[in-house]
């Protein structure tokens, strides 16, 4: 992830291991349990989604790195950009 502010850039790294975890936490019911309990509004599924539904995906973002996802800059230059 890039960022751009006042005419200084900032990367910021984030390695695909960092991912698979947070797909493995995102499919896990004590998350979902514990959303609930945050949440008021919206009650959620339990468990929303799978790690079998979710390897594949999370699997080919590998096969698209340099992708750019989101490229966003305002007036003045500001913005950010999301590869893989």
Request: net charge positive; glycine share 4%.
């Amino acid at each position: 992830m890039i960022i751009k502010a006042e005419k200084k850039r900032f990367a910021i790294p984030l390695p695909f291991f960092l991912i698979r975890i947070t797909g493995w936490i995102i499919c896990r019911k004590w998350f979902w349990r514990l959303m609930n309990k945050r949440i008021k509004t919206i009650t959620f599924p339990v468990p929303l989604l799978d790690m079998q539904t979710i390897r594949p995906i999370l699997l080919s973002l590998k096969e698209y790195k340099g992708v750019t996802l989101v490229d966003i800059n305002d007036k003045d230059g500001n913005g950010v950009t999301i590869r893989l």
